[in-house]
């Protein structure tokens, strides 16, 4: 995906400076003046303001002048002006923060629920795995007994781990039966070997006799 970063004015006030006279006609009341607010984007989406820029012309000579051509009374006028907050300025930064914290509720929830599944194994669990060998796959339980666990692995493998739970798809999971211990599967979930366990949509019982011992990666 492509993210472009820029910066863009969006003009957020317009107005007269009130009893002031231009520098070149003379003529009073006369001093138009705008007020842009510059502001960071990510693919056209606004970040954050970062300055402000202040244009000023007279209606009458047309003539534009710079902030620095005002009288010292016109210049404090100009910053005085009251300013409404541009929420929607701050929206690329509301959003990236909701998703953080999105995230990080979403991955203490996993980590509790881990937590649990491991100590209850339930037919139909899907164990997200991390190998030695640096690639994720996972396996789903078929058979649960008082202290063993029988599973399938998939006969995939995905580099990184947000990609292992594509892999969750019935007709991945053929003949690669094995069977673990329980105690040997908390070992595994304390060695980081188990990362992430959910329920399973594809519970299938198999018969005991299937499975290999112990686990091989």
Known sequence: MLFLVGTRDSNIKNGTILNESCPKCEEKNTLHFSIYRKYVYITLIPLFPVGK?????????QE????????????????????????????????????????????????????????TP?????????????????????????????TTHNDFNAYLPHEVDDLDKAENYSNRKVSYSKKGLIELYKNDEIIKIRRSKYPIETKESEYKIPLTK
Do not use: P
């Open 53 to 61: 820029s202040v244009y000023i012309k007279c209606n009458h000579c």
């Open 64 to 119: 534009s002048f710079d902030y620095e051509d005002l009288s010292e009374n016109a210049q404090l006028q100009l910053r005085n002006e009251k300013l409404d907050r541009k929420i929607w300025m701050f929206s690329g930064s509301i959003l990236i923060l909701l998703a953080i914290i999105y995230n990080i509720n979403s991955c203490a929830n996993n980590q509790n629920e881990t937590d649990i599944f491991i100590k």
């Open 122 to 150: 339930t037919v139909g669990d899907i164990y997200n795995l991390k190998f030695s060998n640096g690639y994720y796959s996972n396996m789903k339980i078929d058979r649960v007994t008082k202290d063993s666990i029988y």
